[in-house]
């Protein structure tokens, strides 16, 4: 599987951002997508994931009730929706995916994900 993202850029603080990342190769079959992101000096951090069927969703406290995850399954495409970006929202964004379902406990565990994106970097400052 191999996982393109994109749609980063510089947004003013309460803005959005829609990331997209487009999967290829083998993405028949069950599959969960995440994503991640990691500022400077900081470690690698989840933010969202689903699983491809929908049936589940999971955010970071940070993000929740500001970013939304989604799939559109003709495209292979997840998306992160990002509204009231904040400066700490700065980071690099990657998307991550691994063929099988994750469960709850585990769907934000980075240990789980097979395949990530390059990353797209997202600043958001005045």
């Known amino acids: 599987v191999q996982l393109q993202a994109s749609g980063g850029g510089l947004v003013q603080p309460g803005g959005s951002l829609r990331l997209s990342c487009v999967a290829s190769g083998r993405t028949s079959g069950t599959y969960t997508m995440g994503w991640f992101r990691q500022a400077p000096q900081n470690e690698r951090e989840f933010v969202a994931a689903?699983?491809?069927?929908?049936?589940?969703?999971r955010y970071a406290d940070s993000v929740k009730g500001r970013f939304a995850i989604s799939r559109d399954n003709a495209k292979n495409t997840g998306y992160l929706q990002m509204n009231s970006l904040k400066p700490e929202d700065t980071a690099v964004y990657y998307c991550?995916?691994?063929?099988?379902?994750?469960?709850?406990?585990?769907?934000?565990?980075?240990?789980?994900?097979?395949?990530w994106g390059q990353g797209t970097q997202v600043t958001v400052s005045s």
């Open positions: 689903i699983r491809w069927s929908g049936a589940m969703t």
């Open positions: 991550a995916a691994v063929r099988r379902g994750l469960i709850f406990s585990t769907i934000s565990d980075i240990k789980e994900y097979d395949y």
